[in-house]
């Protein structure tokens, strides 16, 4: 008699695991999410990302994603449009007869939520940052804060990134199943990708603001602070790197970014799909959003050795302890920003030094990208009956 076959590693039974992962935009899934697409890949899940298509729609389906284009209107409010994404979503989901479903951002968490229960798929929503809805004052935020309230019944579970976000939610009543919250604490960073680098030796010193370039995240007040400061430390650059106009109401132009750039005030570096080497060349990760999730530009830099400065905002304050890994000051401040700034620059090189390696010890505590998978591995084994 024949003794059984050995179990295949990853998956627990014989039948193929099917993951979606839906975002307004592929670029996030790619550049924040590349250790989940991996650790589903190997285990020979099959990955779908729905979301508007980019240039990352290549290289993730060279990492064997299969990719679907998603009308998303990211700046709009027409609910025509937002009615087209969610039938949109609901054929996909019936198409492809997935296990689950994990959505980020606003509108995915809110009409993909919605989509996939019509579509009797288990679904999970990741708030990766608040945005708008509690930054602005606005209709189109109390819009947004009723749809959340109406949407977030239907999830299996919703993830929060940071603890002022959950409680948000809950003060406001925004959860219809309060108990189905779980707090995530950031999505992590792979600590061996982003690896310790020694802070760069020499006279001129360089602040980078890495990100999409939006007036919410602080850039404004980043170029003015620039603007204060550039006479009193001539050696210092002022650098801008992440994509411009994008599809967000905060969205800076391409043609402000160069009015900046006549003045001299900053450099803008560009888009990259890498930003380790931008962050190596960095003396100090500068981020003065208004509000976040847990910004992964900060984990990143900080696993990296760069002391940061940024905003006393949620998320922000869940990576930076003021005066251990870097700089808090307060939000909406250019002169605050300018200050701080300067005290990073007024700051022998010796404690920058130490600042450094005390964020990198932080992000190994705190931030490990494997502790995150697991929480994924173990919401798909209760959903699915199998894991990867």
Known sequence: MNSPAPPVPGLTDTRRLHVALVCNTAWAIYTYRQGLLRALNAAGAQVTVIAPRDRTF????????????????SKGTNPLNDLRTLLA???????????????????????????????????????????????????AALVAKRLYRFAFRFPREIWFLNRDDETAFKQENLLAHPERARLLHGEGVDLDEYAFAPLPERDAFAFVLIGRLLWDKGVGEYVEAARQLRSRYPHTRFCLLGPVGVDNPSAITREEVAAW?????????????????????????????????VPRTLMEASAMGRP???????????????????????????????????????????????????????????????????????????????TF
């Open 261 to 293: 750039e006549r003045e001299g005030v900053i450099e803008y570096l560009g888009d990259t799909t890498d930003v380790r080497p931008y962050i190596a060349d960095a003396d100090c990760v500068v981020l003065p959003s208004y509000r976040e999730g």
């Open 308 to 386: 940061i400065v940024a905003t006393d905002v949620p998320g922000c304050r869940e990576v930076v302890t003021d005066g251990e890994n870097g700089l808090l000051c307060p939000a909406r401040d250019c002169g605050s920003l300018a200050s701080t700034l300067a005290r990073m620059l007024d700051m022998p090189p010796a404690v920058r030094a130490a600042m450094a390696k005390r964020g990198r010890i932080k992000i190994e505590r705190e931030f490990d990208e494997k502790v995150v998978i697991q929480r994924y591995r173990e919401l798909v084994a209760e959903v699915a009956g199998t």
């Open 58 to 73: 290549e290289p993730l389906a060279a990492m064997g994603c299969n990719c679907i284009d998603l009308p998303v209107a």
């Open 89 to 139: 979503l609901v054929k996909h989901y019936r198409a492809l007869k997935l296990d689950v479903v994990f959505h980020y951002t606003i509108k995915p968490n809110i009409y993909g939520s919605v989509a996939a229960w019509l579509a009797r798929v288990p679904s999970v929503a990741v708030t990766t940052g608040l945005g708008y809805v509690f930054i602005q004052k606005s209709r």
